[in-house]
């Protein structure tokens, strides 16, 4: 039986809502599934789909987590875009850009939770690069042939001048200029590599660092309650023989006490024995 577009498109999509560490796997296993049923445009269409990159990974798992809230940024953008150009009337222009950014803001911290969830680094380069695939699908909102979200394999850059020019002009994008995916560069990223070791080990000796003055400061800490202890321990002794002292002191008294009582009354029994 022929496999209909719409049941192709849904397996695509469930594709694309895998980890990457299962996308490949699982893009193999389809389109030879595909050919060998004789659906061969369709094998060889899954076969060319591209493992997005995790920062473009995160941004497809925001659109299938939460698709209103991804049509909501679209919305938001487009109604900037025609309010800046005067397409939408009586629009408060601030209050859908601060719509947008908060938007943006909230989509921002969630894909950073799906990249660590998934065990990839949330860094500060992977989170610019969601930032700026956002901006450009918020920019181009609901266009048509522009990339949607859910599907995206590469990163996306915010439209350039000319784009934009066409843009706030209200014509209709041409193809070719939808879109433009960033080259990686082996100079930068190997100067960025480079600048991200020397961070590393900027750290790694500081942590030493601190570790020593954590170690040498424990080890006064140590001396000090070491030294505290003896002062207490003499303390606790003298206090122990000035209070035996004391006992011996007040044994004493009493016993001299008592003598004199003895004393007085043998001194009036005499001087009676005297008078008689």
Partial sequence: MARRGSDIGAEIDALFQLSLAEFTEARTALAKRLKNEGQTLDAERVKALAKPPAPVWAVNQLYWQDPKAFERLLTLGERA?????????????????????????????KASAILEEAGHTASADAMRRVSATLESLAAWGHMEGVPRAGRLTADLDPPGFDTLAVLMGGKKVEAEKVLLFRAPKPVDDA???????????????????????ADSALAKANAHVVAVEKQKQEIEARYADAKEAARLASSEAKKAAQAAADAERSLAKAKGRLET
């Fill in 191 to 213: 100067a960025a590599l480079r600048a991200r070791l020397h961070e590393a080990a900027q750290a790694a000796e500081k942590a030493r660092r601190d570790a020593e003055r």
């Fill in 81 to 109: 875009r025609k309010a800046q150009t005067g397409q939408l009337k009586n629009a408060d222009l601030h209050a859908l850009i601060e719509e947008k950014k908060q938007m943006t803001m909230a989509l921002l911290a």
